[in-house]
């Protein structure tokens, strides 16, 4: 079955910029670019919360949570099977631990998740 497995993060002063990577590996039923992509992030004590989304093949339609809207970036290359969020413009607020997810129908792959923090 697919794994996904993010990287990229870390941490970041205030005003920096963080690239996630999640890349797929494993046998992908169906092909990587028939699924969609999204980032999710937790926080301790909190519900895991939808970041970004990213619609399957080219990934021409993306979505972002209100809080994302213009400051991070989701996309996607079929060719390394790779889903992408570039945050620019990091405040404290954005630690979290990251999850990536991939989707198509009722199948439904996450990795492990990244963690993010960000310092003043």
């Known amino acids: 079955q697919m794994q996904l497995v993010e990287s990229g993060g870390g941490m970041a002063q205030t005003g920096g910029s963080l690239r996630l990577s999640c890349v797929a590996s494993?046998?992908?039923?169906?092909?990587?670019?028939?699924?969609?992509g999204s980032w999710y992030r937790q926080v301790p004590g909190k519900e895991r919360v939808l970041v970004a989304f990213i619609a399957s093949g080219s990934g021409g339609l993306t979505e972002y949570a209100d809080f994302a809207q213009g400051r991070f970036t989701i996309s996607r290359d079929n060719g390394q099977k790779t889903i992408y969020l570039q945050m620019d413009g990091v405040g404290v607020e954005v630690t979290a631990v990251y999850y990536c997810r991939v989707s198509l129908r009722d199948k439904e792959y996450w990795g492990r998740g990244s963690q993010v923090s960000v310092s003043p």
């Open positions: 494993g046998y992908v039923h169906g092909g990587y670019s028939a699924y969609t």
